[in-house]
Structures are given as structure tokens and as C-alpha cells.
């Protein structure tokens, strides 16, 4: 657990223990906070499971000190997983597909891993075929599998769930964004064991698959939110559909209008994730406060994975066009 009022030997002990603020753009009678996980070392919500998951390898010893850890993303695990491997003395490899940001990759590069670059068109199915075919050409490789591994749902269950609850005597919704649905799948098992009522809701953009889960029509397309969505739900082996109530689909240009009010209102500098699932909190707690939804309280907690600076260079703060074009 991250001490922010004593002198610390790395930034792995940062990890975590991130402010719950205000959104301050809710219903008068039902309360919104995010949690801010920018505030990480590495300034993503991905931080987490960096170091969480890399821990824990190491000591089932599915890899040894000195090994490499080798990882699909799409840059923010990247950046988390490079942090951790550094300070734990790992290598690191990551595959990212080409439409991510610069910045992301340029991070990771910095932090001393390696970055290999799939199509666009092969997704994130082809980043992970190939992070598998590299593991395989290495003595002691280990693939963390974000997508797959109940570690990263473990990793918001032990930490993400519990700092909630700490900040916040009473949730009556949880609403967060699912890329690999980690954050939500941790949180949301947390939160019902707290209160087995606790109103659990998914975020995805539009055009991405994840409401098929829940039996959902959903007609594929792009969309330029980045960390959230599917295109595969076989890939997405973390969902769990008995612990959400719905998914909200969310189109980019609303993440947009809403990122950037939340930056011009209210001082938070976040991605378009954060954007979309801002949007969806907001949803919901309109609808608990016109009794639309039965939560078993006033509030709703929500995730801001990362920041915007993260971003600059896709024109986050430019016009619609700009960023979506
Ligand atoms: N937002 C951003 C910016 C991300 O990078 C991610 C991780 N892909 C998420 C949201 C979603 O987190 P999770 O993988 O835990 O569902």
C-alpha cells in the first residue's frame, strides 16, 4: 500500500492508493467519484496489475530474475508492466498494435523495454499470437496474459475494491470501462461481497462487442476510444456477465465533448476512456436519482484510467474531427 508521508526505496511502492474525487457534474442527490489513476508512477490504472502481476510470477516462479516478461498491449500495460520489470529485474517486450499512441510506446522505451509493432488490421488478436511466438523463442519467458490471467482481476480485487471502500463507506454503483475488464471484474467482485445489491455496469465504445455478453445486439464498428472495447469477445476471457447489470455502449464523439468539459469544469486531464466512462457514471446516477435503477445507495464510483497528456499528439483537445479524423 503506497505511503505518501514517509521516504520510499522505488516507485513500485507508489503503486496504488489513488485519490477518489468528486465529479461534480452528477444529479444533486447521487454522488460520483472517480478514481484518479494517473496518479500512478507510470499514470495509468495499468500500474496495478504491473505490479501486481509481476510479483506474484516471480514468486510462483513462472519466470525467474533475469527472465523476460513479454506482453500483447495496447501501451498503458506496457508502460505498468516496464516499471515493474525494471525495478524487479526483468526484461521487457511488448507488442502493440500500430494504432496506438506514440507517446505510450515512446514510454515504454524509455523505461528500457523492447517495443514490436503488429497491423492495425491483424487487432489485438495478432499482438497476441505474436507475443506468444516470441516467448517461445526465449529461455525464460513468461506472457503475463492480461487478457486471460485472473491475476489482473486479483490485482483490483486486493487493491482498486478495498481503497474504494476505505475512501467510501457506501456504493451504490460501480461503473467502469472494460478493455480486458480487469478493473471492473476486480472492483465489481469486491463490491459484492461488501453488498451483493451493489449495481454493477460495463463501458464500451460504440462499434465494440462487448454487450454480447449480456445477450446485447451489437453491430461492430471503429472507434477511436482507446483501452476500452472489443472487436473479439473470445479474447476477453475475464468478463464475468453474472456480476454486471448492463453494459453502456458510449460513441466517441460523447467521450470526446465530455473529456474535454471534464478538463474545462472540473480540472481533471484524462483520456477519452475516462471521457466515456465519466459519461456512463453520469448515466447511471441520473437514472438512480429517477429511481430508473434500485442501488442499494446514493453513489456511484467510477475509474479514470490515465491522462490526456498521454494523448496530445492525437489532437485529444483539438475539435471532434481533429482527434477522430
Ligand atoms: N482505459 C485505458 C486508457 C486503458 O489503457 C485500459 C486498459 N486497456 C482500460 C481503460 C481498461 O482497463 P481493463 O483492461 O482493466 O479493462
Redesign the pocket.
Known sequence: MTEHDRALSSVLDTVGNTPLVCVQAGPADVSIYAKLESFNPGA???DRIGAYMLERLLERGDVGEGGTVVEPT????GIGFAVAAQQLGLDAVFVVPERFSLEKQQLMRALGAEVINTPTDDGMGGAIDRAHELADELDDAVVPQQFSNPLNTEAHYETTGPEIYDALDEVGAVVA????????MGIARYAREQNPDTYVAAVEPEGSLYGEFLGEDRSEGEYKI???GTHNTDTNELFEPELVDDIYPIPDEHAHEELARLAAEEGHLV?S?AGAASVAARHVATQIADGEIDAPHDSVVTVF??SSERYLSKGIYGSFEEWSG
Open positions: 495509468s490504472v495499468k495496447a501501451g498503458n500495460t470501462g472494460c478493455g480486458t475488464a480487469g478493473t471492473l482507446e483501452g476500452i483520456g476512456s484510467p490515465d
